[in-house]
T-cell receptor, first 113, second 116 residues
Framework: GNSVTQMEGPVTLSEEAFLTINCTYTATGYPSLFWYVQYPGEGLQLLLKATKADDKGSNKGFEATYRKETTSFHLEKGSVQVSDSAVYFCALGKSGGYNKLIFGAGTRLAVHP | GAVVSQHPSWVICKSGTSVKIECRSLDFQATTMFWYRQFPKQSLMLMATSNEGSKATYEQGVEKDKFLINHASLTLSTLTVTSAHPEDSSFYIC????????????FGPGTRLLVL
């Protein structure tokens, strides 16, 4: 069945450091891939998405590229800020329809000044 | 656009009582909404799919008689936790799909339930 695997956290970085959070998936067909972010005390917010192979999603300095050959969708940011501290969820959904999302376990990021 | 609200944001209740949580799509219509449960420091677990005008579809292991779902209109779904017990304490989150291909889920801010 479909599944999402994320790197375990927590990830602790200093401000302006480079961030990578790994995400790999197992799926049949051609799923859409998403990164959601959950700030402390808040609900999930869509950070970025990619709907087909080689698409790059980007938002707020974050990027992720849909790599079909490696079944990956790693999240990257060149220079993190303290305000990026949150939990990041990689998710998979069927393309072309509003089917259920399958979430990874989430990766907690803590950025220190 | 694409805002989903939940009410209440938090609730404390006594064991044995029922609690209703509302999920509204504020600026779009949603024939389908999803209800999730999130335990501390864990991922979201899909509980059920709420369908406007028909019965909800529950995930395996979720008691439909305990978690009653009613999709009353194109903008409102409710989750009622019946005869709540301390183990039902959790963070409940709803989502609704929106967009050209309906493939992006927009999440409510969540409702924290504490059962004493």
């Amino acid at each position: 069945g479909n599944s999402v695997t994320q790197m375990e956290g927590p990830v602790t970085l200093s401000e302006e450091a480079f961030l990578t959070i790994n995400c790999t998936y197992t799926a049949t067909g051609y799923p859409s891939l998403f990164w959601y972010v959950q700030y402390p005390g808040e609900g999930l917010q869509l950070l970025l998405k990619a709907t087909k192979a080689d698409d790059k999603g980007s938002n707020k300095g974050f990027e992720a590229t849909y790599r079909k050959e490696t079944t990956s969708f790693h999240l990257e940011k060149g220079s993190v800020q303290v305000s990026d501290s949150a939990v990041y969820f990689c998710a998979l959904g069927k393309s072309g329809g509003y089917n259920k999302l399958i979430f990874g376990a989430g990766t907690r990021l803590a950025v220190h000044p | 656009g694409a805002v989903v609200s939940q009410h209440p944001s938090w609730v404390i209740c006594k064991s044995g009582t029922s609690v209703k949580i509302e999920c509204r799509s504020l600026d779009f219509q949603a024939t389908t909404m999803f209800w999730y449960r999130q335990f501390p420091k864990q991922s979201l677990m899909l509980m059920a799919t709420s369908n406007e005008g028909s019965k909800a579809t529950y995930e395996q292991g979720v008691e439909k008689d305990k978690f009653l779902i009613n999709h009353a209109s194109l903008t409102l779904s409710t989750l009622t936790v019946t005869s709540a017990h301390p183990e039902d304490s959790s963070f409940y989150i709803c989502s609704a799909p929106h967009g050209l291909a309906q493939e992006t889920q927009y999440f409510g801010p969540g409702t924290r339930l504490l059962v004493l």
